[in-house]
């Protein structure tokens, strides 16, 4: 059996009819507006999002960046989880090109924000503190266990942003993910949001892309600071095409993974050392604690690579495995079996 790359669904491939429709696409100049497949991608998308508009941006970092930078002026706040993508893995990105001042909550391991938190964190009308002017959720949350979001919780914290005038952006980099977990349409997880950002190059597949979406207003706004960040593309259609495929013939595939993270999870859940709680995995991200002896992350990573696996370190005593296409139950297996044999070894 070959390697089974469970680091992350980054690593997915286009597929044979991502490539096709790539190079057959039709392209136009889209900084001017004339390429006809990012414009039918963006429709798409605004549609599948219950917005008016959207924007392609090159990246799930972008997109975030982009909404940030379009809700909050220099020395605003934003309210955003501690655990969330864009305070802990975008090298602070709206603070260090926007100004923004983070303001971090507490994610609770479902990746939800308490509401009572948040609504603590609204800042008075007080001279000595800055502005706050938005809230961001992630749904899936990448840090707790690709936890999807339900559209009550959503809509609770819409009532908070609100009430308060604040402006509510989503991070779904996987929220495709969450809407297949919950059965739910992914307008349902977006109805209360002024932007959302997705990707389509984790478990849909695409080799590039994200979207921004939200008003047509919004969107005019987003479209100028992607072009100030150098985010303005060309002939992009290359790219939109495969994000077309990926819309059209890989979201319900989803529910693959999904019960793919949970027969890793189950099966792990067995090995002696390994602490890992299964009814926290509803998508495709499975994180994996060591428990006991003093062998580190790095040590049963590293162990587990001669054996075909390759996982991530994601802390001292931590380790992350993704699930993603075309990973089949015999992979799971192999996994499965490597883990058991790894942990034997390094007891
Ligand atoms: C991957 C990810 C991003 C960033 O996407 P990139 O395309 O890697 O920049 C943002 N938010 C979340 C929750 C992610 O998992």
Excluded: W
Aim: net charge negative; hydrophobic share 40%.
């Amino acid at each position: 059996m070959g390697q089974v790359d469970l680091r992350s669904d980054t690593v997915t491939q286009p597929t044979p009819g991502m490539r096709r429709a790539m190079a057959e696409a039709r392209v136009g100049d889209d900084v001017f507006g004339e390429d006809p497949t990012v414009i039918e991608l963006e429709e798409m998308a605004a549609g599948r999002t219950g917005k008016e508009a959207s924007l392609l941006v090159a990246s799930g970092t972008m997109a975030n960046l982009v909404c940030q930078l379009s809700h909050c002026q220099r020395g605003d706040e934003m309210i955003l989880g501690d655990q969330s993508h864009m305070f802990y893995y975008e090298q602070g990105g709206s603070s260090a090109l926007g100004g923004i001042h983070p303001h971090t909550v507490p994610n609770q391991p479902d990746g939800r924000l308490s509401e009572e938190a948040v609504e603590n964190a609204v800042r008075a009308d007080d001279v000595h503190f800055p502005v706050t002017r938005l809230i961001a959720l992630e749904n899936t949350h990448n840090r707790c266990s690709g936890s999807p979001l339900s559209p009550e919780y959503t809509h609770a914290v819409g009532e908070i942003a609100r009430r308060n005038g604040l402006a509510l952006h989503i991070d779904g980099a996987r929220i495709f993910n969450a809407a297949i977990s919950l059965g739910v349409p992914v307008r349902d997880l977006t109805a209360d949001a002024d932007s959302v950002s997705f990707c389509l190059s984790k478990g849909l597949c695409a080799p590039v892309g994200s979207l921004v979406c939200g008003s047509r207003e919004f969107v005019n706004r987003a479209r100028r600071i992607r072009k100030v960040l150098g985010g303005g593309m060309r002939q992009a259609g290359v790219l939109a095409a495969a994000g077309i495929v990926a819309l059209d013939e890989m979201v319900d595939r989803l529910a693959e993974d999904h019960d793919n993270a949970r027969y890793l999870a189950d099966g792990l859940a067995g090995i002696s050392g390994l602490q890992i709680d299964p009814e926290l995995i509803r998508t495709n991200i499975v994180f994996i604690g060591i428990t006991g002896g003093n062998r580190s992350a790095g040590t049963i990573v590293r162990a587990l690579e001669k054996e075909g696996v390759r996982t991530l370190a994601v802390g001292p005593y931590k380790i992350r495995a993704v699930t993603h296409y075309p990973i089949q139950k015999e992979n799971i297996d192999h996994t499965i079996d490597a883990f058991a044999r790894v942990m034997k070894t390094h007891a």
